[in-house]
Each structure stands twice: as structure tokens, then as C-alpha cells.
């Protein structure tokens, strides 16, 4: 059962638009919800996380909506360059140090 | 943010012989290690929690005795592959985490093809 959804499987953004991606899940012990970006045949790198208590975080161009009431949350992608074109993985877990639910996964492609 | 390094990140074998993986935290101390095997256009699979000093906790379906995990130290995890068949070919993945907080923190990934 896949505990954490996301959508699309795949985004083609033009240079200078935005991208985002939907995550949803079910389980509401979840309390730490991060976003990863990962390049082809390289590990995935932590882009911004959030918790529950707060409705909304930005790091740069980077800005994680969070609505706990539906229990979704997504990553939006400002001034979409080409050199973000990777997979983005958004990801649940509870309590510290436990394991990452992860979603399927976005291939993101921003064309110039 | 805090280092994982892996070891070999790429490593090519014969089907029946057995390799080792490294996975070590640079700058902090982990005290739970994940391993992960990802197919290519495919998300993250866990296949093992290890902590520190402690067994294995194996996911359903992974088989503790051909994936091998030692947490030895608070810096270094090992997941050995044995005798390795094509079907392992895959692209393994370790992550740490410590301190107490929430964050993980990836490797760059070990790049594995039983030939």
C-alpha cells in the first residue's frame, strides 16, 4: 500500500515558469514531510522539508504548501530553470530517526 | 548539511560472488542507517533499518541472509551482497540519521551489475 501519493509522474515547465507537485497521504502520525531531488545515478538531495505546524515554508524558489486538514502538501518550483530538471521525491515519516514513506516520484524537465 | 559517502560507486561482479558496500556519515554520528535499492525510473525501496551496535530490522520480502548489514560504528554501515545474481543489479542507496532529528541524509549511491 503506498503510503505517500504524488502527482504527476512527470512536468515539462518552460524556462522561467512553475513547476509543482502534489503529494497526499494518509496516515496522520506522519510529522515531518521533505521534498528530495535526485539526478540521474546520484543519491537524492534534501531540497526543503516541513512540519505540520506551519502551512507554508520557502527556501529560494522553493516553497512547500502544507494543508493538514486535506492532508496534502506540494512543492512549488519558482523560475523554473533547466538545471532543476530532475526527479523530486516528497516523503513522510514519524517521530525522529524512523524511516522515510516516499512518493513514486516526478521527472521534472524544464525546457529553455 | 551533513556528509554520507559510499563505497565503491560502481562496482561490477560475477554472478555467485559476493561484494561489499560502504556507507559511512563524514561529519556526524548516525545513529540509524537506512539501506535502499532504487530500479531505474523508480522511487526509493527500503530494504533495511540498521542502528548502531544492533541487528537489522529487514523489510518483507528483502532476505537478511543474502543482504548482509553490519552497523559497527556510529560512522560506518556495510550492506554486503551475496552471491550475487543479475537480478541484484541495482542502484543501492544508504542514508543516515542522527542527533535526533528528523533529517536523512543520502549517499551518492553504489552503482551494482552481477554479470
Known amino acids: 500500500q503506498q503510503q505517500v501519493k504524488q502527482s504527476p509522474q512527470s512536468l515539462i515547465v518552460q524556462k522561467g515558469g512553475i513547476s509543482i507537485i502534489n503529494c497526499a497521504y494518509e496516515?496522520?502520525?506522519?510529522?515531518?514531510f521533505p521534498w528530495y531531488q535526485q539526478f540521474p545515478g546520484k543519491g537524492p538531495a534534501l531540497l526543503i522539508a516541513?512540519?505540520?505546524?506551519?502551512s507554508e515554508k520557502k527556501e529560494g524558489r522553493f516553497t512547500i504548501s502544507f494543508n493538514k486538514s486535506a492532508k496534502q502538501f506540494s512543492l512549488h518550483i519558482m523560475d523554473s530553470q533547466p538545471g532543476d530538471s530532475a526527479t523530486y521525491f516528497c516523503?513522510?515519516?514519524?517521530?525522529?530517526?524512523?524511516?522515510?514513506?516516499f512518493g513514486t516520484g516526478t521527472s521534472l524537465t524544464v525546457i529553455p | 548539511g551533513a556528509v554520507v559517502s559510499q563505497h565503491p560507486s560502481w562496482v561490477i561482479c560475477k554472478s555467485g560472488t559476493s561484494v561489499k558496500i560502504e556507507c559511512r556519515s563524514l561529519?556526524?554520528?548516525?545513529?540509524?542507517m537506512f539501506w535502499y535499492r532504487q530500479f531505474p525510473k523508480q522511487s526509493l525501496m527500503l530494504m533495511a533499518t540498521?542502528?548502531?551496535?544492533?541487528?537489522?530490522?529487514?523489510e518483507q520480502g528483502v532476505e537478511k541472509d543474502k543482504f548482509l548489514i553490519n552497523h559497527a560504528s556510529l560512522t560506518l554501515s556495510t550492506l554486503t551482497v551475496t552471491s550475487a545474481h543479475p537480478e541484484d543489479s541495482s542502484f543501492y542507496i544508504c542514508?543516515?540519521?542522527?542527533?535526533?532529528?528528523?533529517?536523512?541524509?543520502f549517499g551518492p549511491g553504489t552503482r551494482l551489475t552481477v554479470t
Open positions: 561529519d556526524f554520528q548516525a545513529t540509524t
Open positions: 516541513i512540519r505540520p505546524d506551519v
Open positions: 542514508s543516515a540519521a542522527g542527533g535526533g532529528g528528523y533529517e536523512q541524509y
Open positions: 540498521s542502528n548502531e551496535g544492533s541487528k537489522a530490522t529487514y
Open positions: 516523503a513522510a515519516s514519524m517521530h525522529t530517526g524512523n524511516q522515510f514513506y
Open positions: 496516515n496522520t502520525a506522519f510529522d515531518y
